[in-house]
């Protein structure tokens, strides 16, 4: 290819034919490295357009991979604070239904300690709210659920302590102690005067048994006669309180002073036979406002 040559000749030899000759104006192989150039350059371009843009793909997924591992995390971090949570409910749940039993158990002791003492309290408040018994959602507002059962439970049975104790001092000061052992020779009401012709009163029972036998206080109270009495002989006189009065006749010994206070089954005298009396034995008389009634409806 001469440079002074405006045309080139390109020759095709095959092994078979006659030789084919080629002109071309020169300039075709120029525009044809133009072209091949041009089109290296454009797919060089493409490809790092491609290249660039599969990287900030290949980025974006680093980065989106890496957001999904952080909540995988926080999940996890989740789960292990709900496990946690579900425990602890379920201890509360179990504590619960223990406190529950418990308060059961209270509420028997307390029908059992009424029946005892003789009281009928008015209905007090059942078990725990039926609520507890079942899931626990919300173990905080569940507790302070729980929280003010037991406070009213407490102000209940310090009530109940209250009550009980004022009808055990009630019970104390009510004679139904049996005053004396002996033989109960002589009961209330009408009877042969044993000591004429004739029906006598009669205004308390007789307990006959050997001089110096026990005299114990029927119930507590304060001494208020303790001295001879025409009749009676020794004689000690209780004041009980709630109405009650009790008279110890024919003692053969007194061994409490007027304004003495005594306690249930309390040894106050020793039998004898002093005053209007045919042999040694107990008189032994309740009032109630005053007025003598059987002592055998008082006695247990
Ligand atoms: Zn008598």
Redesign the pocket.
């Known amino acids: 290819m001469g440079k002074k040559n405006s045309r080139i000749s390109i020759m095709i030899i095959p092994h078979t034919e006659k030789v084919r000759r080629l002109t071309v104006p020169s300039w075709v192989p120029k525009v044809f490295f133009i072209a091949i150039i041009t089109t290296i350059i454009n797919v060089s371009l493409a490809f790092n357009k491609i290249y660039t843009s599969h990287m900030s793909l290949e980025e974006e997924y680093k980065e989106k991979i890496s957001i999904i591992n952080k909540l995988e995390e926080e999940n996890k971090n989740k789960e292990v604070e709900l496990s946690k949570l579900k425990s602890q409910n379920k201890k509360l749940y179990e504590k619960t239904n223990e406190v529950e039993e418990k308060l059961a158990e209270i509420e028997k002791l307390q029908r059992e300690v009424e029946k005892l003492v003789g009281i009928k309290s008015p209905s007090r408040g059942g078990g725990l709210d039926d609520n507890l018994s079942r899931e626990i959602t919300e173990p905080v507002a569940e507790l302070q659920v729980l929280k003010e059962v037991l406070e009213d439970k407490e102000k209940e049975l310090i009530a109940f302590i209250d009550d009980v104790e004022k009808q055990l001092q009630y019970l104390e000061t009510v004679p139904s102690l049996w005053p004396a052992k002996g033989k109960l020779t002589?009961k209330f009401g009408n009877r042969k005067n044993p000591f004429g012709r004739g029906i006598q009163f009669?205004?308390?029972?007789?307990i006959a048994n050997s001089t110096g036998t026990d005299i114990r206080a029927a119930g507590s109270g304060k001494i208020i006669f303790s001295g001879y009495k025409t009749g009676y002989g020794y004689t000690i006189i209780i004041d009980h309180g709630n109405g009650y009065k009790t008279y110890y006749?024919?003692n053969s010994k007194l061994l409490v002073n007027k304004g003495d206070k005594v306690e249930k089954g309390q040894v106050i005298a020793k039998m004898g036979s002093t005053g209007r009396?045919t042999g040694p034995?107990?008189?032994?008389?309740i009032h109630k406002s005053d007025k003598p009634i059987d002592p055998l409806t008082v006695l247990k």
């Open positions: 002589s009669h205004y308390g029972i007789d006749g024919h009396s034995h107990l008189h032994f008389e």
